[in-house]
């Protein structure tokens, strides 16, 4: 499928070009955006620009990378706390009622009804679209690889992150462990599985479309201040297109893929 513009969906935006590359780009939490329906969420404007309303700074990363590849981008557009795209429907942390510290008074108590109508809303269609983009690259005999995009905040529950970027897997580490190698000898720290790790329960998206499919997959997380200005995201961007295909180059001649 070939996208040459941003087309906007009610709860997804679709940025970027297919030119036969093998990279599908997935973003979670690139959104901040709330549903009228559920005014402010009882938030804050600072409180939900903070790390817990989204991926700080990973949309410009991940449209600039999309550019650079060139590659199809699939992004939410809603907040995390209106529901997290990345966790499965029914999951205690799908809309959370108190993330890293605050309140979110608008989530207490939901009404099976209310968060049916987010579920309907926002993460199905969101995932229906990316079931989509993978099945036209299936369907087409391409290479594919979902490449899920994320950021994590600098200190968490008074700690440091040291890691400049982390590299989350689980059931297939090999894309993974070919990136972390990558990153290090660009001088970087990188997280194995930190600052989270990537389990069945824990995440949505790479079990979904990446394990469950048996595609190549690798998920990414930027630590935030590396990229909260336009600078630090077209370096990162630079970075990640620069050796997004050589992982994969590599994956190909260690495992058996027609590069």
Known sequence: MSVDQVLM???FVVHGRDEGGPFVLVSDHAGRAIPPELGDLGL????RAR???WDIGIDGVGRKLADLLPAVLIEQVYSR???D?????GHPTSIVQVSDGTTVPRNQNISAQDRAWREQTILHPYHARIRQELDAHVAAGRQTVVVALHSFTPSMHGKQRPWHAGLLHNHDSRLARIMIALLQKDGLVVGDNEPYALT????YTIPQHGEQRELPHIEIEIRQDLIADDAGQTEWANRLARLLPQAWQ???EQYGENA
Do not use: K, M, Y
């Open 200 to 203: 069945d329960t824990s995440d």
């Open 44 to 47: 804050s404007a600072q409180e």
């Open 85 to 89: 795209c990345n966790r499965a429907p």
């Open 250 to 252: 590599q994956f190909c």
């Open 51 to 53: 790390h817990i309303g």
């Open 81 to 83: 706390l209106v529901i």
């Open 9 to 11: 969906a009610e709860s």
